[in-house]
């Protein structure tokens, strides 16, 4: 036997409302706090990236540099074609590279010495930020 | 009650991220009443319940207070639970095959115990338990936090006449159920 519809709409509000367990506010805030701390920490991870990609972009050009700096003032202002004969008429050009690479060990010292010191004020940088934006709680 | 909320949330978005908690206290069983409804599960509600708060923290700043504040969490209550259903679903038919002989086990043993108004109430649960999430959003809106069609309208994104058509079709949907 089918109930008729007024009998359901009444039955509909019996239904008693649930309740949220007693520390269910403590619970949520606790989470907020864990993400903002989260979301602080990725933050500080962000420019440290960068830091080290214009790190190693600066020891990628002290290397060129160290080759021979001729080359690298002819790249930027000579079109491709004439950078590739000037190549071809200076045989002493990829010596000098291979020069370069034979001093890497300590010119690497020094360039990753100056990415470490980097790291490192941006790390103190980052945790002096971090304390400000933790501070709402 | 409106101009409680706005208050409220202008000192969280001004940096006292504690005050916070007090729209949490404020709204929680009403969060947690439509999570259950739809996910019919307490630990899932709970959890979903939390995403619910979680998410209306972080677009805080987005509620131009244009609606009430209750309307704009109902909103992010209702669809979030329904889209958490739909992620559980394939969990949640495992476990009621698994459970529903030992369930209805346990609902004959009670069965002599109650009166007839809880024995109605409870075919009534069984019947909510089979249709669909989002009939069981609408009849948690409408009947439990008893919010009228045209606000249920604003939250769930269906036109006035659409909501009194589905609850009317949800009403005999379960007359035939139970």
Redesign the interface.
């Known amino acids: 036997m ?4 007024e ?3 009444q ?5 008693p ?5 007693a520390d ?6 606790q ?3 864990a ?2 701390a989260i979301q602080a920490v990725k933050q500080s991870m962000l420019p440290e990236r960068y830091l080290l990609l214009f790190s190693l972009l600066g020891g990628l050009l002290v290397l060129v540099f160290m080759a021979d700096f001729s080359l690298v003032s002819n790249f930027f202002s000579q079109p491709v074609q004439l950078f590739i004969h000037y190549l071809k008429s200076k045989p002493d050009v990829l010596p000098g590279l291979l020069k370069a690479v034979l001093h890497l060990p300590s010119l690497s010292l020094a360039i990753f010495s100056a990415i470490g010191l980097l790291l490192v004020i941006e790390r103190i940088l980052q945790k002096f930020s971090f304390k400000q934006r933790a ?3 | 009650m409106q101009t409680d909320d706005l208050s409220i949330i202008k000192s969280v978005l001004s ?4 005050d ?2 007090k729209l ?2 404020k709204y ?2 009403m ?3 439509i999570a ?2 739809v996910l019919q599960q307490r630990e899932d ?2 959890d979903t ?2 995403i619910c ?2 998410k209306a ?1 972080e677009k805080l700043a987005t509620f131009k207070g244009d609606s009430l504040f209750s309307t704009w969490l109902y909103r992010i209550s209702y669809h979030t639970a329904i889209s958490k259903y739909r992620q559980k679903k394939a969990v949640r038919e495992i476990r009621t095959t698994k459970f529903s002989d030992q369930e209805t086990h346990i609902a004959d043993e009670f069965k002599e115990s109650v009166t007839e ?1 809880e024995d ?2 409870q075919r ?2 069984k019947a909510l338990q089979k249709i669909e999430p989002e009939e069981r959003g609408l ?1 948690s809106l409408y ?2 936090q008893e919010l009228a069609v045209a606000e249920i309208s604003k939250i769930t994104s269906l036109s006035e006449s659409n909501v009194k058509v589905k609850l ?1 079709r949800i ?2 949907k ?3 159920l ?1």
Do not use: P
């Open positions: 089918e109930l008729n519809d009998y359901i709409d039955l509909l509000g019996k239904v409302k649930e309740k949220a367990a269910f506010a403590d619970g949520v805030m989470k907020i706090e993400q903002a501070g709402i709680f | 940096g006292q991220g504690n916070y908690k949490v206290v929680q069983d969060v947690m009443s259950m409804r509600a709970e319940a939390q708060f979680l923290y108004d109605e109430l009534l649960e009849i009947y439990t009317f009403r005999k379960l007359a035939q139970m």
